[in-house]
């Protein structure tokens, strides 16, 4: 695939490096030099439209669109906020200051993830991501029992969108309120970007890695969903054993302890939102 195109390669899939409010072009996909990737082989294109969407879909981006008022969540929530800030300082750090650890914070926190979605750690390939990390803006939550870093975030601004890139913890440590602290902090950074009406975006709805969070950033700190709809295309000669195993993909759903029978599941349920999209009666879906 050609440089210049707004395509990346990731995990066996081409997705956008659009923005999400942003219309996708479309034109690699029709020509098919989508498929040709120097980093790997794709076996599907990912992308979305109709961004921000009135009516309620299976597929969204979790956004924050507003600044972040504490004294509009409820006062349970607020106590573990203040009380997360009571645990830790979190201030703006150049991650390359603090390599040993960040790493120690991402291993603790890849270790407590499930086998079958826990991704291998290298410690050249983390230096090598922390050094492209100073781009962007790496907040960092320091204990204040003894001045490490017990988690951080990474947000990279681009135009109109700030992408809320990753956010990762020692589990140790979040009992003492260590999520709740670090998103305070990220979205005080950002206050002023929020009030000028840009928007920051924390990810798409997550299949391959189940987790809580945004359900967390909902209920906490007044994110919200931005549903879209969801296209995917294959690879020529993909689409038959598509069909094939969707037949299975009851079958499947058991075997998904299995890491590469769980990816297979993930593909199958990202086919079935799509295929429920097609079949939905347009009066539905006013």
Same mark, same amino acid.
């Given at each position: 695939?050609?440089?210049? %195109? &707004?395509?990346?390669?990731?995990?066996?899939?081409?997705?956008?490096?659009?923005?999400?409010?942003?219309?996708?072009?479309?034109?690699?996909?029709? !020509?098919?030099?989508?498929?040709? +990737?120097?980093?790997?082989?794709?076996? %599907?294109?990912?992308?979305?439209?109709?961004?921000?969407?009135?009516?309620?879909?299976?597929?969204?981006?979790?956004? #924050?669109? #507003?600044? *972040?008022?504490?004294?509009?969540?409820?006062?349970?929530?607020? $106590?573990?906020?203040?009380?997360?800030?009571? @645990? *830790? @300082?979190?201030?703006?750090?150049?991650?390359?200051?603090?390599?040993?650890?960040?790493?120690?914070?991402?291993?603790?926190?890849?270790?407590?993830?499930?086998?079958?979605?826990?991704?291998? /750690?290298?410690?050249?390939?983390?230096?090598? &991501?922390? +050094?492209?990390?100073?781009?962007?803006?790496?907040?960092?939550?320091? !204990?204040?029992?003894?001045?490490?870093?017990?988690?951080?975030?990474?947000?990279?601004?681009?135009?109109?969108?700030?992408?809320? !890139?990753?956010?990762?913890?020692?589990?140790?440590?979040?009992? #003492?309120?260590?999520?709740?602290?670090?998103?305070?902090?990220? %979205?005080?950074?950002?206050?002023?970007?929020?009030?000028?009406?840009?928007?920051?975006?924390?990810?798409?709805?997550?299949?391959?890695?189940?987790?809580?969070?945004?359900?967390?950033?909902?209920?906490?700190?007044?994110? $919200?969903?931005?549903?879209?709809?969801?296209?995917?295309?294959?690879?020529?000669?993909? #689409?038959?054993?598509?069909?094939?195993?969707?037949? /299975?993909?009851?079958?499947?759903?058991?075997? @998904?302890?299995? &890491?590469? *029978? *769980?990816?297979?599941?993930?593909?199958?349920?990202?086919?079935?939102?799509?295929?429920?999209? $097609?079949?939905?009666?347009?009066?539905?879906?006013?």
């Amino acid at each position: 695939m050609q440089q210049g %195109l &707004k395509w990346r390669y990731y995990n066996h899939a081409i997705i956008p490096t659009t923005a999400p409010h942003e219309r996708v072009d479309e034109s690699p996909l029709k !020509s098919g030099e989508i498929w040709r +990737s120097p980093k790997g082989y794709p076996l %599907l294109a990912r992308w979305t439209t109709d961004f921000d969407c009135q009516e309620s879909k299976e597929w969204w981006y979790m956004i #924050k669109d #507003k600044p *972040f008022d504490i004294m509009k969540v409820k006062k349970n929530y607020r $106590r573990k906020i203040r009380k997360g800030l009571e @645990n *830790f @300082n979190i201030r703006v750090i150049d991650p390359m200051q603090y390599i040993d650890e960040l790493y120690q914070v991402e291993a603790e926190a890849i270790a407590s993830y499930p086998a079958k979605t826990r991704p291998k /750690m290298d410690y050249e390939q983390f230096v090598a &991501k922390l +050094s492209n990390s100073r781009e962007g803006v790496t907040l960092a939550a320091f !204990s204040k029992e003894d001045n490490r870093i017990a988690g951080y975030s990474y947000d990279i601004v681009c135009d109109g969108y700030i992408l809320g !890139s990753l956010q990762k913890a020692k589990p140790s440590q979040e009992i #003492k309120h260590l999520n709740a602290a670090l998103m305070y902090g990220e %979205l005080d950074y950002f206050r002023k970007e929020l009030a000028d009406g840009i928007y920051i975006m924390t990810g798409e709805r997550s299949i391959l890695h189940q987790t809580n969070f945004q359900e967390y950033q909902e209920k906490y700190f007044g994110f $919200r969903k931005a549903y879209c709809k969801l296209h995917i295309l294959y690879r020529p000669g993909v #689409k038959p054993i598509v069909d094939c195993l969707y037949r /299975m993909r009851g079958l499947l759903k058991f075997l @998904n302890g299995i &890491k590469l *029978f *769980f990816k297979i599941y993930c593909v199958l349920k990202m086919e079935e939102i799509v295929r429920r999209q $097609r079949e939905t009666p347009p009066d539905e879906r006013d």
